[in-house]
């Protein structure tokens, strides 16, 4: 199974929104509500933002919030803050108990 | 609070084998699903293998299926991943995470593994 598919970047002012894609196919994200999004800053290990394609896990701020529309899910990040930037991770779970990741988004604060 | 906390990477030749290991603490252990996922330097992520709760279970990613094992031990707390017939391309960040219905809550540091001559 190929990685789910995410644009390499992504940036804007802060204060601004950013919305982030991620496109599989109708065996993993158009399959399951299992969508899940990772921020990763440089060094550091994954933390997960977004479960189930809305759900946040507590101290996850509101700011961030997830979608999904047929095969393609989406993290939108409003009022963008200097902290947010990062790397972003989709993942999908893909039958048969395998997951999938996304290529990653890196997501600049201008 | 939940630690999970890798170790045994290193540097080793193709062809050959590493054991990583991955001590849990701060939850009950045999509660949970566990994975490896992998992160190739300056790449993205590759889920690489999971075992449920009591270890009857056990999946894994195409690329390693037949040359890495994933065991747990309930009683010690922790979790490993023997890997054998070592490629290039294995070369990477191992980390462990605690798997909670398809979503990965907790991640260890992460271990190196450099597959080279």
């Known amino acids: 199974q190929s990685a789910l598919t995410q644009p390499p970047s992504a940036s804007g002012f802060p204060g601004q929104s950013v919305t982030i894609s991620c496109t599989g196919t109708?065996?993993?994200?158009?399959?399951?509500?299992?969508v899940s999004w990772y921020q990763q800053h440089p060094g550091k290990a994954p933390k997960v933002m977004i479960y189930?394609?809305?759900k946040r896990p507590s101290g996850v701020p509101d700011r961030f919030s997830g979608s999904k529309s047929g095969n393609t899910a989406s993290l939108t990040v409003s009022g963008l803050q200097a902290e947010d930037e990062a790397d972003y991770y989709c993942?999908?779970?893909?039958?048969?108990?395998?997951?999938?990741f996304g290529g990653g988004t890196k997501l600049t604060v201008l | 609070q939940v630690q999970l906390v890798e170790s045994g990477g290193g540097l080793v030749q193709p062809g050959g084998s590493l054991r990583v290991s991955c001590a849990a603490s701060?939850?009950?252990?045999?509660?949970?699903?566990m994975a490896w996922i992998r992160q190739t330097p300056g790449k993205g992520l590759e889920w690489v293998s999971n075992?449920?709760?009591?270890?009857?279970?056990?999946n894994y990613a195409e690329s390693v299926k037949g040359r890495f094992t994933i065991s747990r031990d309930n009683a010690k707390n922790s979790l490993y991943l023997q890997m054998n017939n070592l490629r290039a391309e294995d070369t990477a960040v191992y980390y462990c995470?605690?798997?909670?219905?398809?979503?990965?809550?907790?991640w260890g540091q992460g271990t190196l593994v450099t597959v080279s001559s």
């Open positions: 995470a605690r798997e909670f219905f398809y979503r990965y809550d907790h």
């Open positions: 109708s065996s993993d994200i158009g399959a399951y509500n299992y």
């Open positions: 189930e394609v809305t």
């Open positions: 701060g939850f009950t252990f045999s509660d949970y699903y």
């Open positions: 993942s999908s779970g893909a039958g048969s108990n395998n997951m999938l």
């Open positions: 075992i449920v709760h009591s270890g009857k279970t056990k």
